[in-house]
Structures are given as C-alpha cells and as structure tokens.
C-alpha cells in the first residue's frame, strides 16, 4: 500500500489568539494521517505563541520578533517546510475553518491531473455558512482589479472544478514550488498571492477551485482592525503588480485609467461618501509609494533557483 503524502499546512498569524485557536482546532480533526501544521507568528503580542505551544504542542510553533507580513511570513514558513519534507504544502490563513476531508479533496484534484499547478477549497463567509464568498477569483489587466466568482450566492450552480485565475488558499506541490519560487515579500500584504499564482500559470500550469473542499472564512479579520492598512496597500500593490506583469503597452492603459478615472472616483468615495479624509490619505500614500516601487522595479524574469 502506498504511503499518503506528506502534507504541510502554513498558517501566518499575527494578534490573532482567538480565531487562530478556533482554526487550528478545525486543522486538528482534519481526516488525513500524514499532515503537519507550521504556525508562522509575526511578533504577535496577545499570548498567540504561547496558546498554540499548550493547546497544540503537535504543531510547529516559528515565532518572529516582528511582523514582516503575510507575504514574508509564508515564505518562513515555507522554507521550515522545505528543511522538513513534503510533497505538499497547503497555504492558510488564520481565520478559517475547514471540513474534515478538504486535504483528502484537494490531494485527489492534485494527483489525478498534472495539468493542475494548484488546487484551492470553496470559501463561505463565517456568519454565513452557505453563501459564498470566494469561488477563486480572476484579474482584470486592464484596470488592475480582481472579481471574486460566485461572491454571495449559494454553491448550487457552482461546477465540481472551476479554473481560475487565482486563490488564497492553496495546496501545490513541492516540484512547483521549486520551479515557481517563494512569494515576493515586497508586497507585504495583498497581492502576494495574485503574484505568487500568476508565476504557477506562466508554468502553463492550471489553477482550480474544488466544491467538495470547503473553507468558512472570517473576511479580512486582521488587517482590517487597521485603519487605513487595505487602501494603503491594495493602491501601491497592484501599481507594483502591474509593473512586473504587464506590457508597454497596457501599463500605459492602466496608468491612463488611474489618471482618468480612478484617482477622482476614489476622492469621491472616501471625502464625499464616507467622510474620511485619513482613507483618502492613505490612498494617496500608497499611490505615491506605488509610483517610487514602479520606479525602482523591474519587469518580472522567470525564477530560476
């Protein structure tokens, strides 16, 4: 008989106690026999490390003395992978919970078709277990934007396995991850991991969304305890994405459309609509920060290491 493959599952954490507790409890009735689990902790301050070391001593604990971000934090994890072993690595994050059979799910996906690069797990909202709130997404290259599919309906008309663009959470293997290479820390947050599954496609790999594998999601529960954190960073990143991955030409486009449209769009809802002149300032920060990342940044060249 066969040995299962050995699964690890990285998971970054920062100030996150309570839903990490709730998620590892859920990672711990996984219904897989080979799998471990890395917990990669960015200088939380809340007690994170020491919970997982008493509830959870079977979990690997790599606590950092900062947070360096999620981009970052899954490459520590990552390469405390590759010094273990695995023929699989599972990227999560820290405010899910999964269904006992989403490894077996994704495993059976990944081992039956070597087209697929990788395979991700149907996503629900928490509070609201049978709406969906990401069936993987796709990129809009002329705008830089993302459309999550099937975003709040329910998973009656959603197929068996749906190739996408990209997902967040995400099972590869270790021959991709050799070949594709660690995520891009200088995105620290957002992005990362549209960068990470634009590098698997330029493989000519696939990228899927399974039904039958199925994660409930606490929607952006720490990066949104920050005021001013996503429109920071959601501006200069997709600036630094578009930069690494698109052409002249369409670069061009997309500086055009920001320029026209989107600068006075943005003012528009963050003064007028929700009366925030700080959003409106981190907006304009990170758009600034943006036009010195494009600056300073090449165009992306396959990996090679």
């Known amino acids: 008989m066969e040995h299962p493959k050995k699964v690890i599952i990285v998971v970054v954490n920062w100030d996150a106690k309570n839903v990490l507790e709730e998620c590892l409890h859920s990672y711990k009735k996984i219904d897989y026999s080979n799998y471990d689990v890395i917990v990669v ?19 690997t ?4 003395g900062k947070n360096y971000g999620v981009a970052e934090g899954q490459n520590v994890g990552i390469r405390h ?17 999964c269904n ?19 395979a991700s797990p149907l996503v629900y909202y928490y509070d609201a277990p049978e709406i969906i709130q990401l069936g993987g997404a796709m990129i809009d290259w002329d705008h830089a934007t993302t459309s999550l599919l099937y975003n709040g309906q329910k998973d ?6 749906l190739d996408i663009d990209y997902h967040g959470f995400l099972l590869i293997s270790h021959n991709t991850i050799i070949r594709t290479g ?25 990228i899927v969304c399974l039904k039958n594998a199925k994660v409930w999601h606490k929607v952006s529960f720490t990066t949104r305890r920050i005021t001013g954190f996503f429109e920071y960073y959601m501006t200069r990143n997709r600036m630094y994405f ?43 920060k990170g758009f600034l920060n943006g036009l010195i990342l494009c600056a300073r940044s090449v165009k992306y060249q396959p990996f090679k290491g």
């Open 41 to 59: 902790d960015n200088g939380s301050k809340d007690g994170s490390q020491q919970m997982v070391k008493t509830l959870f001593p079977e979990f």
């Open 61 to 64: 604990v790599i606590e950092l």
């Open 81 to 97: 992978a590759l010094e273990m072993g695995f023929d699989y690595l599972f990227i999560s994050n820290n405010d899910v919970m």
């Open 100 to 118: 006992e059979n989403m490894l077996k799910e994704l495993l059976h996906c990944m081992e039956s078709d070597p087209s697929i690069g990788i």
């Open 156 to 161: 009656t008309e959603f197929p068996a396995c």
């Open 182 to 206: 660690l995520y891009d820390p200088e995105y620290f947050a957002y992005w990362e991991d549209v960068d990470f599954c634009v590098r698997v496609k330029k493989l000519g790999l696939r």
């Open 242 to 284: 578009m930069k690494k991955y698109s052409t002249d030409a369409r670069f061009f486009k997309f500086y055009f459309y920001l320029f026209s449209y989107d600068i006075g769009h943005t003012v528009y809802v963050h003064l007028v609509k929700h009366k925030s002149a700080k959003l409106l300032f981190c907006y304009f």
